[in-house]
């Protein structure tokens, strides 16, 4: 059997809650340094898909490789140590310490102590949140904190990352930021599975887009690709 070496992999994830079926059978594999965009209408699987990726959820069916390696059925700790990391819809900081006491807090969890300070700094630069390092994050704009929050996963130096809406809602300033950072972290040899329902973000930054639809994968293809689909336009047109 030939195991494959790319970034994520899954294989016929499945997840029931109770009767509904929130992801019915996903396949999927990522490239290095690709950047794929999950869209789809509202419950139509995407976050749970998700949890089940990060080990936040048990799934019913199906197996997930990250860099090869199984974790299938793996605590979330411990998926997160073989090199995934992800953000939330509603990001999840420590409000009460500092901007840059919450990226120091991430190396902390990823052990690496001796380049933190310095990767602190260059986080902060990137995305544009230097002005605001001593804030407490409760007292960062929304779009500041969704900002933070991708710093935190970046100081992980994470091999896959998984962002939940990273732009939904935010000022366009900090859409852009946010865009040059993914391009940014992606280039440094990250790659990306994004929630979006941006489709300008989507167009501007994924390589290959897959919609979901009650569970399933319905389509997948370019932006161009996806656009033309029927069944897309049928799914949003449903919405
Ligand atoms: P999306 O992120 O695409 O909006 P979700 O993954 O949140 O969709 O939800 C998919 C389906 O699963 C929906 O029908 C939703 O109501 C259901 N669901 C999600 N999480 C739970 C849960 N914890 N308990 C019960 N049902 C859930
Ligand atoms: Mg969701």
Same mark, same amino acid.
């Given at each position: 059997q030939t195991i494959s070496r790319s970034p994520l992999v899954l294989e016929g994830l499945v997840k029931n809650f109770g009767g509904v079926t929130a992801v019915a059978g996903v396949d999927l594999e990522v490239a290095s340094r690709e950047v794929?965009?999950?869209?789809?209408? *509202? +419950? @139509?699987? %995407? @976050?749970?898909?998700f949890n089940l990726i990060a080990g936040m959820l048990p799934m019913d069916e199906g197996r997930v490789w990250l860099d090869g390696k199984e974790v299938t059925g793996q605590p979330a700790w411990r998926i997160a140590r073989a090199g995934l990391a992800r =953000?939330?819809?509603?990001?999840?900081?420590?409000? *009460?310490? @500092?901007?840059?006491? *919450?990226? &120091? #807090?991430? #190396?902390?969890? @990823? +052990?690496?102590? %001796?380049?933190?300070?310095?990767? #602190? %700094?260059? =986080? &902060?630069?990137m995305l544009e949140i230097s002005h605001v390092a001593d804030n407490l994050a409760s007292e960062l704009s929304g779009g500041q904190q969704k900002l933070l929050e991708f710093g935190r996963v970046c100081m992980r130096d994470p091999s896959v990352i998984l962002l939940d809406e990273a732009t939904a809602g935010v000022h366009p300033n900090i859409r852009r930021i946010m865009l040059e950072a993914i391009r940014r972290v992606r280039d440094s040899g990250a790659t990306f599975l994004v929630i979006e329902h941006d489709m300008e973000m989507v167009r501007e930054i994924c390589d290959r887009i897959v919609v979901m639809d009650a569970g399933q994968v319905v389509a997948e293809g370019s932006f161009d690709e996806i656009a033309d689909n029927i069944e897309v336009q049928k799914a949003y047109l449903g919405r």
């Open positions: 794929v965009g999950v869209i789809g209408p *509202n +419950g @139509s699987g %995407k @976050s749970t898909l =953000t939330f819809q509603i990001p999840s900081l420590f409000d *009460n310490i @500092s901007v840059h006491d *919450n990226l &120091m #807090a991430a #190396a902390v969890e @990823s +052990g690496d102590w %001796k380049r933190a300070p310095h990767r #602190a %700094k260059e =986080t &902060m630069e």
